[in-house]
């Protein structure tokens, strides 16, 4: 497949003939509840962009710009390595070269801000974006007449640029159906929005809603199927199949002594990437892909002792450290699309040890979460509203926590070994 043929398969092509031109000021919202995609989907147009030749500005709250950059390489690369286009390491230096990546580790922003980073990088390094992206903002942290001003500028901002304007925002859990109008916090701002795009997951698959467009005829909704971890078209009766290189893969973890150390050396073995976050004062077993998360990082992840007793149905000691290690969990699966823990499952269903908070983030999000009981020498795959036997799982995401307990038994190691080479055959070099 040429260069051509791969912009033409991109989804942002669908989009295109409902969202016409998408520039000289639009407002796009990729609206989604946590830990559903709109980082990945919003990525995916930065990509695009790219590709076609126009420079993207990505802005991150909340987030570091290495956590942003590995987004963007692992996209593309699983990208181009399925497509196999001719030239993909010039195609990577080329893209990047379009693009800049401005992260705030405070989830604080202002139109004043967007107007001095892109003065910035005008006067610096002549960039002018054709596209912005705003991801992480909080449609709720000012009032609607503040965050109306704010909008206003954001967009005239993007016009003087000639850009189009994408912006992400958090919904809550939308049950059994689909919204068919925009939901909560945006639809307060509705006039202001010209594009809405709703994500919506079902089973390893993600439904793309077009809930309002510039084009005068409605779309048929749901527009568009996508893979949950790459964010791919899925082709009608396809069954979602795991990137074609093992470097397109990264585990997400801790690297804690135990189950995390062992998922580590399984990863550096197999050739598969390593994000291991880790804080000031905790000492990991795992070095490689180690990321120190700041205190306002760890803060994203903050939970209210109140709501982690009544979900995890336990009180943990020494508070402090624990808090950071809950905390730390959530970089762990925020942007998975799967989660392996290795430990035991307690009779209430959750997991036992601070590591269980992973798969009630992942439950909590609907993602695919599976748990090797080692008292049970089993795997168990929660099933809607229960854990049921998995006999033999696979990791099919490009990125995929890995956690679990320090007391790791000689049958866990096993069983993440196993799982290693279930998904990708023998260790690298082997």
Excluded at 65 to 73: A, D, I, K, L, R
Excluded at 112 to 123: P, T, V
Excluded at 173 to 200: H, K, Y
Excluded at 288 to 293: E, V
């Amino acid at each position: 497949m040429d260069l051509q043929q791969l912009i033409a398969s991109s989804p942002v092509r669908m989009l295109e003939t409902m969202i016409p031109a998408g520039k000289g000021g639009t407002l796009g919202v990729c609206m989604a509840h946590a830990g559903i995609g709109k980082t990945a989907f919003l990525i995916q147009i930065g990509i695009d962009g790219t590709l076609c030749d126009k420079k993207v500005l990505h802005v991150a709250l909340g987030q570091t710009t290495e956590h942003v950059q590995s987004w963007y390489e692992t996209l593309l690369n699983d990208l181009l390595a399925r497509c196999a286009v001719d030239g993909a390491d010039e195609i990577i230096a080329e893209t990047a070269t379009r693009r800049v990546i401005q992260s705030f580790a405070d989830l604080d922003f202002s139109a004043d801000r967007l107007e001095q980073i892109c003065e910035l990088y005008n006067s610096t390094m002549q960039f002018t974006p054709d596209i912005i992206i705003i991801d992480g903002y909080d449609w709720e942290s000012l009032g609607d007449i503040e965050t109306t001003a704010l909008l206003e500028a954001c967009k005239a901002c993007a016009a003087r640029l000639d850009a189009a304007l994408w912006i992400s925002a958090g919904t809550a859990p939308d049950g059994d159906q689909p919204p068919v109008a925009i939901p909560g916090p945006c639809d307060t701002f509705e006039s202001l929005i010209d594009a809405a795009i709703f994500l919506r997951p079902i089973d390893r698959q993600v439904q793309v809603y077009l809930l309002k467009a510039q084009a005068a005829a409605a779309a048929q909704n749901p527009v568009m199927l996508l893979h949950s971890d790459t964010f791919r078209l899925v082709s009608p009766g396809q069954i979602p199949s795991a990137p074609a290189s093992r470097s397109a893969y990264v585990l997400l973890s801790g690297g804690a002594r135990g189950a995390e150390e062992t998922f580590g050396k399984c990863a550096e073995e197999w050739g598969l990437a390593e994000e291991n976050y880790t804080f000031k004062g905790h000492s990991p077993a795992r070095s490689r892909g180690l990321i120190l998360l700041s205190d306002a990082e760890l803060e994203q992840g903050h939970v209210s002792p109140v709501y982690l007793k009544a979900q995890m149905h336990r009180s943990y000691p020494d508070p402090t450290t624990t808090d950071k290690v809950i905390q730390s969990i959530w970089h762990q699966v925020n942007t998975a699309s799967e989660v392996f823990v290795v430990g035991a499952i307690n009779d209430d269903a959750t997991v036992r040890g601070g590591t269980g908070w992973a798969a009630e983030l992942g439950r909590h999000w609907r993602k695919r979460v599976f748990v090797f009981d080692q008292g049970k020498n089993a795997w168990f795959r929660w099933n809607n509203d229960a854990w049921v036997m998995e006999q033999a799982p696979r990791i099919t995401g490009a990125r995929f926590t890995g956690t679990g307990t320090r007391n790791l038994t000689e049958q866990g190691r096993n069983a993440i070994r196993d799982l290693f080479e279930r998904s990708f055959g023998a260790p690298a070099g082997a």
